[in-house]
């Protein structure tokens, strides 16, 4: 804003964001949920801040793929029969976020690396 600025109905002026309770939707492939349940713990890598890891744990797994849940799903109606792997939302929650995001550089919309461990 400046002054003499004019505003207009509905217009975003201010942006707040807790820092305290952020998490990550990993969309994994349908392969790779198999052995995944919640309650895993997950080790999250931030690009954005030098590859900095996090601690998490798999707190949701979608009920569906991101295609069917799309309001307009795709209809591959093409007459091949070519398998395309689905995506799975899942939704990891950051654990111990307090001490480790301590200097709050943590933003969301980062780019992450998560790694389940489903041993």
């Known amino acids: 804003m400046q002054v003499g600025a004019n505003l207009g109905v509905g ?10 309770d952020l998490w990550v939707t990993a969309n994994f492939k349908e392969t790779q949920i198999d052995r995944m349940h919640q309650g895993q713990p997950v080790t999250i890598e931030v690009d954005a801040l030098g590859g900095r890891k996090f601690s998490g744990r798999v707190t949701q ?12 799903p795709p209809e591959n109606a093409t007459g091949n ?9 899942v939704r990891i929650d950051f654990t111990n976020l307090t001490q480790e995001n301590s200097d709050q550089k943590l933003r ?7 790694d389940v461990r489903v041993k």
Not at 61 to 72: D, E, K, N, Q, V
Not at 108 to 113: D, H, I, N, Q, Y
């Open 61 to 72: 797994i979608g009920g569906a793929t991101g295609s069917r849940l799309s309001l307009f």
């Open 11 to 20: 217009q975003d002026l201010l942006t707040i964001i807790p820092l305290t």
């Open 108 to 114: 969301p919309g980062f780019s992450v690396v998560p």
């Open 81 to 89: 029969y070519v398998k395309v792997v689905q995506r799975i939302p």
